[in-house]
């Protein structure tokens, strides 16, 4: 059992948050209005769930989901993070985040400027190229035959195995998409984002493969 920080809770983190709780592990959700505005979603996820303040998410957590928008990074509680394993689920989007001249130039994917912000945490980017009912929908338990799989990018392999780890239990496989640097072949817009699992409008999404995630993130361009 493992009790998971999180760190937002939209619909990414409740996701999340769910299929945790469904694996058997405690989650503690947080967001930037204070725990009080997550009762009902704390009822909703059971027992095994609690609101807390993004602190106290972040000091309870084994592993920390930051799953915020990209202009929320300056406001994380860097350190109650310091140590910790984080997967960063975030994307850029310059109409919603504004203009980052960083990530406008490709000089830093969005993870390397979330690791600026919490340098000493370990980071690993993973779910944030699924949208989030097919996050849901396409869990599957292990050895299922049409089990899924998932990019994950990390500079820490230690970190990278806790996070397999924890994403083996809430109903996925991970292709290995290497360091940070690399989150690119993975980011808003690539082949592996979003596109694999199936159109928005089919919430059930469709399994895929490992070797769809290879050639997918192979064909990534910037
Ligand atoms: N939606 C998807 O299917 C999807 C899929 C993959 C990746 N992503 C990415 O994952 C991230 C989250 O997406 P989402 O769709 O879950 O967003 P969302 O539904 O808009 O939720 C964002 C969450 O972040 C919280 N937040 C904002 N600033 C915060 C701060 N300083 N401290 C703590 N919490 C803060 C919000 O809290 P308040 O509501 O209290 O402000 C909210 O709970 C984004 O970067 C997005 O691009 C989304």
Redesign the pocket.
């Given at each position: 059992m493992t009790t998971v920080g999180l760190?937002?809770?939209?619909?990414?983190?409740t996701t999340v948050a769910q299929l945790a709780v469904e694996a058997g592990h405690q989650v503690v959700l947080?967001?930037?209005?204070g725990p009080e505005?997550l009762t009902d979603t704390v009822a909703q996820l059971g027992p095994r769930a609690a609101a807390a303040t993004?602190e106290q998410a972040a000091a309870a957590g084994d592993i920390i989901v930051v799953?915020?928008?990209?202009k929320?990074f300056p406001?994380?509680p860097a350190a109650a993070l310091a140590g910790k394993t984080i997967i960063d689920?975030?994307?850029y989007?310059p109409e919603r985040d504004g203009h980052i001249p960083e990530l406008d130039s490709n000089a830093l994917t969005s993870s390397e400027l979330l690791l600026r912000y919490l340098p000493d945490a370990m980071l690993v980017k993973a779910?944030?190229n699924?949208?989030?009912q097919h996050l849901l929908s396409l869990a599957r338990p292990a050895g299922a035959a049409d089990r899924s799989y998932l990019p994950i990018a990390g500079d820490s392999e230690r970190a990278k195995a806790a996070v397999s780890g924890f994403i083996d239990s809430l109903g996925y496989h991970v292709v290995d998409a290497g360091p940070l640097a690399d989150s690119w072949r993975q980011a808003t817009g690539t082949p592996v984002w979003g596109i694999p699992y199936g159109p928005y409008s089919n919430e059930k999404g469709q399994p895929v493969s490992e070797d769809a995630i290879r050639a997918a993130l192979a064909t990534a361009t910037r």
């Open positions: 760190i937002g809770s939209g619909h990414i983190g947080s967001n930037s209005r505005t993004s799953t915020v928008p990209v929320a406001n994380l689920t975030c994307n989007g779910f944030n699924i949208y989030y």
